[in-house]
């Protein structure tokens, strides 16, 4: 009898540790969400989520917000994960969740809203890219951007590209978080005549600094239309000969065009693909 008590109890202690262990091993290894990564294209790397299928930008987001609903949400899905893991050499910094105006959650890079584009069937398809002139494969190290929304001057007035007033979205070039980027009328090619020696007025029109290696640009763009240049000590990155400069009233904050009104329109424009070359 003591021997049946004795060994009951045993397999009582084993069963309680093997549920024991059971339960770390659930809590230790959790299931966990696909990754984000980055898969080589016909375009370079990209970032992509399910399936390794590519992620996209789209250029009237560039204020953070999601932007495409209805039908262009079925032909560009959302892409969400909550917490999501990151290949090696993604940053988590990078990534956030946005709540869009259907409700709906939507994850984020670098403040770009991601979608899927239904049309993509496999990891490393691309078809998505530059559909309407504003759609653009996501890729992790972009140097400039192309944003597409309505220009409102610092005196409250809708501009369009051709800096008159009126209505309708421009498309114009931002950097990689999408804060809007200008042209300097009196500008030559390949010169800055802005920017004093002493930087004195840098914090007004700042310059638009990047590296000597221009990093990615979107398709719709030609990297031949790119360089750089040395202004004041500073390297600074010109498009089409134009150096480029940020404004300093847009407070950094993505999508702001104010500087389009400053002092007048046509002054400091905004710049796209169809701008003229800077004059020498």
Known sequence: MKAFIYTSRLLAIASFAIAALTGCSKEENPTTVPNVTTVATSLGTVLTGDGGKTLYFFAPDVAGDATCSGGCKETWP???????????????????????ADGEKQTTFKGWPLYYYKNDTKAGDVAGENIGNVWMVA???????????????NDGKNYTFDTKEGTG???????????????????????????????????????????????????????????????????????????LYYFGSDLGQRGNTKGVSVPRPGVWPVVNATSPVAPN
């Open 139 to 153: 890729k992790p190290n972009y140097t400039v951007l192309l944003a597409s929304r309505q220009l409102v001057g």
């Open 169 to 243: 979205n421009s498309l114009f070039l931002t950097d990689s978080l999408g804060r809007t980027l200008y042209a300097f009328a009196s500008d030559k090619n390949n010169l800055n005549r802005y920017t004093r020696a002493d930087l004195s007025n840098n914090a007004t029109w700042p310059i638009f600094e990047t590296s000597t290696a221009i990093g990615e640009i979107p398709s719709a763009l030609k990297r031949s239309d790119f360089a750089t240049i040395t202004a004041v000590g500073k390297t600074q990155l010109t498009y089409k000969g134009w150096p």
């Open 78 to 100: 959302v892409f969400y994960k909550e917490t999501p893991t990151l290949a090696t050499g993604l940053k988590a910094t990078d990534f956030a969740t946005i709540t869009r």
